[in-house]
């Protein structure tokens, strides 16, 4: 997942711009994928996922890149609006896990 | 009504206090979760549940403990509770093919002082 530390890494982007929020993932064997989007005093939703054997899938807004080859997952938010400003965050999944495995996140503040 | 309903929202306790969170959610799902999140940390997992008589610890269970008192209600406790455990709480919920992803309700955020 991303990196962990006391700190977020903060996007900020300017409302009408586009947004790139990157996720590294840590296994290998992960082959699907969901990004969150956490707003303030709220739980994490369900924005997309893509699966291991595509590298690319879009959505409302939203465009999700997976690059196997470096363990690499992006959220591209096109036209960022300021109900964007959220934390976001990738998790994978790992049928020898069962489980998601999440990332720290990053928080992305929409300017005017 | 939300699907997973956490409660309280919010809480203020003391150290060596006990505190127990609760969950109920109405999707009808067997698995449930309670993950921790703390500032700068992906969500960790606590305790995760496949169905009322079967309860896992997660990679941080150490000072928790948890009841599924039903299918729809997962409740977490904390026996004492320690400032450490001060953290954004979540319980969430999943069908059988959990891979399609967790449906999280809205957390209690828990200090400890």
């Known amino acids: 997942g991303e990196s962990v530390g006391l700190h977020l890494p903060t996007l900020s982007v300017q409302e009408g711009d586009n947004s790139i929020i990157n996720c590294a993932y840590s296994n290998s064997a992960s082959d699907y994928f969901i990004w969150y989007k956490q707003e303030s005093g709220k739980g994490p939703q369900f924005i997309i996922d893509i699966r291991s054997n595509m590298d690319k899938r879009q959505g409302q807004r939203v465009t999700v890149l997976l690059n196997k080859t470096v363990k690499h997952l992006s959220l591209q938010i096109a036209a960022t609006q300021p109900g964007d400003s959220a934390v976001y965050f990738c998790a994978e999944w790992t049928d020898s896990w069962g489980k998601f495995q999440f990332g720290a996140g990053t928080q992305v503040v929409v300017t005017p | 009504d939300a699907d997973v309903t956490q409660t309280p929202r919010n809480r203020i306790t003391k150290t060596g206090k006990r505190i127990m969170l609760e969950c109920s959610q109405t999707?009808?799902?067997?698995?449930m979760y309670w993950y921790r999140q703390d500032p700068g940390l992906g969500l960790r997992l606590i305790y995760y549940s496949f169905d009322v008589k079967d309860i896992n610890k997660g990679e941080i269970s150490d000072g928790y403990s948890v009841s599924r008192q039903a299918q729809a209600k997962f409740s977490l406790s904390l026996e004492s509770a320690i400032p450490n455990q001060t953290a954004l709480y979540f319980c969430?919920?999943?069908?059988?093919?959990?891979?399609?992803?967790?449906?999280f309700g809205s957390g209690t955020r828990l200090t400890i002082v």
């Open positions: 999707k009808g799902h067997d698995r």
């Open positions: 969430a919920t999943s069908g059988q093919n959990a891979r399609y992803g967790y449906t």
